[in-house]
T-cell receptor, first 112, second 113 residues
């Protein structure tokens, strides 16, 4: 039982490049989330998906897009990376709405 | 806008002592108020939560209290151990959606052996 799996673990991009962060959960959870965590700060919600087929904006959605591919997978895309998007990105899932219960190990993203 | 204030930002206690972390929120949808523990370089872990219609909840050495009237909630850790050392985050749902959590800025707890 892997829980929440994120790929890649580390990535360095140049400004303007695009990339997709992948997330998959094997707990049959309905809800999935993408957060970013900047140094010394709490988590900020980028997007969430309350259930398969739905996605909604969180606190800081600008510059990002998401896809809930199926119940297991929820991807985050940066179309044109900017230095301000340098952060650690966490995917999470939950069986009930609102609070993430299980997090992935995170993706450490640096944009030069 | 919605805001969650968390205090203190750092807390150092002797092993065996108690630790208390407090959070206040400006407004919130009725739902769960969770607490997370994050060790250095690791993923956040949900350690306990409290429903908005409950005043207190305990789980072994951890307890949370919630005062909805005053809009504050607290985490209490008793008989602290070195492995309790981590950053702790509180979170509260925003008024418009229980899916949107606003996190506090974190409390770095150090338990001295």
């Amino acid at each position: 039982n892997a829980g929440v799996t994120q790929t890649p673990k580390f990535q360095v991009l140049k400004t303007g490049q695009s990339m997709t962060l992948q997330c998959a959960q094997d707990m049959n959870h309905n809800s999935m989330y993408w957060y970013r965590q900047d140094p010394g700060m709490g988590l900020r919600l980028i997007y969430y998906s309350a259930s398969e087929g739905t996605t909604d904006k969180g606190e800081v959605p600008n510059g990002y897009n998401v896809s809930r591919l199926n119940k297991r997978e929820f991807s985050l895309r940066l179309e044109s990376a900017a230095p301000s998007q340098t952060s650690v990105y966490f995917c999470a899932s939950s069986s009930r709405g609102g609070q993430p219960q299980h997090f992935g190990d995170g993706t450490r993203l640096s944009i030069l | 806008g919605e805001n969650v204030e968390q205090h203190p930002s750092t807390l150092s206690v002797q092993e065996g002592d108690s630790a208390v972390i407090k959070c206040t929120y400006s407004d919130s949808a009725s739902n769960y108020f969770p607490w997370y523990k994050q060790e250095l370089g690791k993923r956040p872990q949900l350690i306990i939560d409290i429903r908005s219609n409950v005043g207190e909840k305990k789980d072994q050495r951890i307890a949370v209290t919630l005062n909805k009237t005053a809009k504050h909630f607290s985490l209490h850790i008793t008989e602290t151990q070195p492995e309790d050392s981590a950053v702790y985050f509180c979170a509260a749902p925003t008024p418009d959606s229980s899916y949107k959590l606003i996190f506090g800025s974190g409390t770095r707890l150090l338990v001295r052996p």
